[in-house]
């Protein structure tokens, strides 16, 4: 078996000794006589799972104890929906950022129930900068700020967490969470799905300030409610225990690996080799974001011609590098970086790139 490296944007590569666990464990967990997949939520055992899943994680990142954490099944998107239900009257003034493709669907999710005022926007220039803070547009009466931390798709990242004064700041880290470390406390909430650094689709994660919970909201079912997912431990109805037990395990990898800042080193180096590729390749390769802007967990880059990125994108899917191919909204070249992909990962891609570039170039 050779597992190649994987640069998919997500779902994304999972460490190995992740996944060789879980193959150990796929029959039988922990002498239970069956796997944790098979058991009930609420038995002890998965509840064992769950909880040690919830600590390691606030251990990694640094939660507070003023900030509940909740694993829920549906994915960013429709987190990203729950937020003006849980959190602005009906019709409320709301503000986003937008910077990039997941801001806008963001903006879509939320429209039918708010009232958006897009603050700034990087759209006019194709999404290759964070609009500086001074020429924000904020509302008075705004329920929430949204931004998106890290644009998966257009490789824009926020580099400092922006001040909004008194009004929570709301920030889709999707893409970007566990990556280096993050202080909670500049956030009303954060939420992420976990197929990008977290673990495997199917499961998001949300850590929200306690005090927002007493909001009333919009009419909504209990079910889109946070506040009864957090009475209830994330088990109002049956959570998604495998991808849960999952991301339970991604969390105990970066833990041993030396936490987030050992993470925040490995990625500076992984986006540096790629980012340094493009930058001495004289326009061979080129990415279009500013460079205080870049993100250091997505790269997009495009060659001379479409002609040059298709045969990049096979070229080095054959030397064992997966998933180059840049999103269809954006085309060319994208290279995901997440905690997983080893340093050795990005030395091979950037090796591939100056060897593609000396035969093509
Ligand atoms: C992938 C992604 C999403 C969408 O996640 P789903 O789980 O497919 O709903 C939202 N925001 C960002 C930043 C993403 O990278």
């Known amino acids: 078996m050779t597992r190649a490296f994987n640069f998919s944007a997500g779902p994304a590569t999972l460490p190995e000794s992740v996944l060789r666990q879980a193959q150990e464990e796929m029959l039988e967990w922990n002498g239970a006589g069956a796997s944790i997949v098979e058991m ?5 055992e998965f509840m064992a799972v769950a909880a040690q899943a919830e600590a390691d994680l606030r251990r990694l990142i640094g939660i507070p104890d ?6 829920l099944a549906g994915g960013a998107t429709t987190q990203q929906a729950l937020l ?3 959190f602005a009257q009906p019709g409320q003034t709301v503000d986003y950022v937008l910077t990039g493709h997941w801001g806008k669907t963001a903006i879509k999710q939320v ?21 500086a803070r001074a020429s924000w547009q904020l509302s008075d009466d705004a329920a929430y700020v949204h931004i998106t931390a890290n644009e998966t798709i257009h490789g824009v990242e926020f580099r400092d967490t ?12 999707s893409s970007s969470i566990a990556s280096e470390p993050l202080d909670v406390s500049k956030y009303g909430l954060i939420y992420a799905g976990a197929q990008k650094n977290l673990g495997p689709v199917g499961v998001s994660v949300v850590i929200v300030r306690r005090d927002l919970l007493e909001r009333s909201g919009q009419p909504r079912a209990d079910i889109f409610d946070y506040g009864s997912h957090v009475a209830r431990d994330s088990m109002l109805n ?3 225990t495998w991808n849960w037990y999952l991301a339970g395990l991604v969390f105990q990898w970066m833990l041993a690996e030396g936490g987030v800042e050992e993470f925040a080193r490995r990625n500076a180096v992984k986006s540096g080799l790629i980012y340094g590729a493009i930058d001495q390749s004289g326009g061979f390769y080129r990415n279009e974001v500013v460079p205080a802007a870049r993100s250091r967990m997505n790269i997009p880059f495009f060659l001379p011609d479409d002609t040059l990125n298709a045969r990049f994108v096979s070229e080095s899917k054959a030397a064992g590098l997966l998933a180059l191919k840049g999103h269809k909204a954006v085309g060319g070249i994208r290279a995901s970086l997440y905690n997983a992909l080893p340093v050795e990962g990005a030395q091979a891609l950037a090796a591939f790139m100056r ?3 000396q035969r093509n170039g």
Request: aromatic share 14%.
């Open 40 to 44: 009930s939520h609420r038995g002890p």
């Open 66 to 71: 003023d900030y509940a954490v909740l694993f």
């Open 84 to 86: 003006a239900l849980n």
């Open 111 to 131: 429209s039918p129930y708010v009232t958006v005022n897009v603050a700034a926007s990087s759209e006019a220039n194709g999404f290759h900068d964070i609009p």
């Open 162 to 173: 922006p001040d909004v004064g008194e009004v929570p700041l709301f920030a889709d880290f």
């Open 238 to 240: 049956t959570p998604p």
């Open 355 to 357: 060897d593609f570039q």
